[in-house]
């Protein structure tokens, strides 16, 4: 049993494989964070909660003589607002005589050996080998409880919190702001990480000083966002790829949201994540409850790549469907934009054939009248203009060339100019008397509404139903706007998550990757439902070393994307070599965003040489150890390499940036081997020890020209 109840200190042990997560009691009342990080053997864990006294920190009644309990500097689990703590807060509810406070004290608790499903929302999935803690408080005024839920992984260092508000009083209350989690820290020796970005530019890794004060990262946009990825990490100063301390937390969510981080006067940290407070309003009627969305901690204590590997093998264990097959695609945006018709298909898809691509995936412009992005989404019609025999006739071309179909849908949006809007105006949100916003000539479906979301899962399914299709890009290429109402943000992720609910038990052979604009919703609660995702419309091989290096500190590769692009690069104009093109593009699910026909002889057969080679390195993506061996970010070159679960087989991708005259000595040292195993080059027939590999390297070549990559693999030929 992880989690272990110290009856006569109050206080309970969360374990996992080697952190401790200790929450207190103060004086039966109070829910304290007493300590998280190594695991920890502890004699007498009431040692760690400790008061002093503070001046201008206001005690609670019960302890007017005492002014050394106060809130404001008992480090806490689910601090509230207005009643001595003058921090940030993890609930605010308001009430109908104007106040925001309540005075949550500590009630029961109950240890669950099943992990509890959050409704309408995904979460991770038992391991089977999970147990779940439930803290129960209460506000005596209102008769508002609220359930804290810590889910520990026994056998990793992750735990999973969410929390549920309940109203057991007669009157209404309004939640204003519900965390998925809060917990104070000892200290503030930290560095803060996020993932910044913008469009063709997503999850760039930021590092800065943890100062005093709040530190928020933010989405508004009722999506998790292009800008500020839903993840934020403390490290401690001397932290590094390989060493040093690490909390990580990512939230299970697609819409707005917020992290905050606030280093108070004592020098705690206290950590926050969940649904952003900003514009959010959620009434609860008496008997009603309101539930977060999950929140992801892992802790590591040797480093950033240790807590990449927690995060991607719990992601792929527990979060991402298993039985999906993540096909090698040709997809035509790049190749064609708006401009092509069942002719040119032909031949694009014919020019696929007999390379080892899997599936073609039609993009964007085949519905409706769409020949440019200012009209048709909604009108989920084929357009016979252009496919006289419609979606069938081009999954006829895919089948007599070897290929599977795939298609382009986008679903959330409405144009101004279709059949959609014009039958349905009010299905766009907007706001009364005011002029609609456009972004991409388009606006935003209303999702909190359960016909439209009916609506939207039966335009979709009138197109599955009578079409061969084994796989959907489903892309959402802007942001919403004209919130009418301070629910409508929730509302509409919950919506979404509806009909990606219906349509994936609906369809369950059907994958769906996810795209917003690239990788701008690039979140653990779309890929439970789109197991991978279009990481970036940047297709261009040197930003997507910095794009795909910043996503694997969460994310794994098996739920990104990469293809090969022509050059010059479509977003960069970066000319690069076909083949570093393709290594890059091989370290996630891989493909082709180009016209095979404008393939020399010589790139045809470099592609059957990717496509063969991809279909042995797929196996181990999905299943091996992720390791950074060089960052991109300030330096001049990237690396990093798959090792197989059983350290046997090994891939290792580097990629120089700048080429320089000088003939240097650049030695790549591996990681995660096994030191005495004899591992041979498969290409040159070489054989090294693991412990050389590890600490003396592979000696680089000198590079020819700019841009230049090489691709390692090793095999064990002695154990
Ligand atoms: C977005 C996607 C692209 C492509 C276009 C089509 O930008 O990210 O890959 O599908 O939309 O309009």
Known sequence: MAIIYHVKSNVFQLD?????YLIGVYDNKFVTSLYYGKKLEILKPERLSVIRELGFSPSPNDYFYQRSVSLDTLPQECPSFGYGDFRIPAITIEQNDGSRCVDLRYKSYEILSEKPQITGMPSLRDDGN????????????????VDLYYNVYNDRD?????????????????????MSCSFDLRDNNFNFLQLVGTHCEERHIETTPLRHGITKIESRRTSSSHMLNPFMALLRKDTTEDVGEVYGINLVYSGSYEG?????QRHTTRLQMGISSFDFEWPLKAKEQFETPEVVMVYSANGLNAMSLQFHDLYNDCLLKKHYHHPIVVNNWEATYFGFDEEKLDKLVGAAKGLGIETFVLDDGWFGKRNNDECSLGDWIVNKDKLPNGLQGVADICKKNGLK??????????????????????????LKGREHLHSRCQMVLDLSRKEVCDYVIKAMSDVIDNVDISYIKWDFNRNITETYSKQLSHKYVLGLYYILETLTSKYPNIMIEGCSGGGGRFDPAMLYYTPQIWTSDDSDAIERLFIQYGTSLVYPPTTMVGH????PNHQTGRVTPFKTRGIVAMSANFGYELNPQV????????VRQQTHEYKHLRKLIYKSDFYRLRSPFGGNDCAWSFVSKNKNDVYVMYVRILNAATNEFDWLKLKGLHPNRIYQNVETKEKFTGSELMNAGILL???????NGLMYHFKVVKE
Not at 16 to 20: A, E, I, L, V, Y
Not at 599 to 606: G, K, T, Y
């Open 564 to 567: 090969v692009s022509v050059t």
């Open 130 to 145: 999970c147990d779940t803690l439930k803290i129960t408080l209460k506000d005596e005024l209102t008769s508002v409880e």
């Open 599 to 606: 393939l020399s002889e010589q790139e045809r057969e470099l």
């Open 260 to 264: 905050c981080i606030e280093v108070d």
């Open 16 to 20: 996992g494989k080697n952190s401790t």
């Open 405 to 430: 179909f795939g298609l382009w849908f986008e679903p959330e949006m409405i144009s101004i100019d279709s059949d959609l809007y014009r039958a349905h105006p009010d299905y766009a949100i907007a």
């Open 158 to 178: 992750v735990i999973t919190r969410h929390m549920v508000i309940r109203n057991e009083g007669n009157e209404e209350v309004r939640v204003t702001k519900a």
């Open 701 to 707: 070549p000198r590079h020819p020209y700019d841009f």
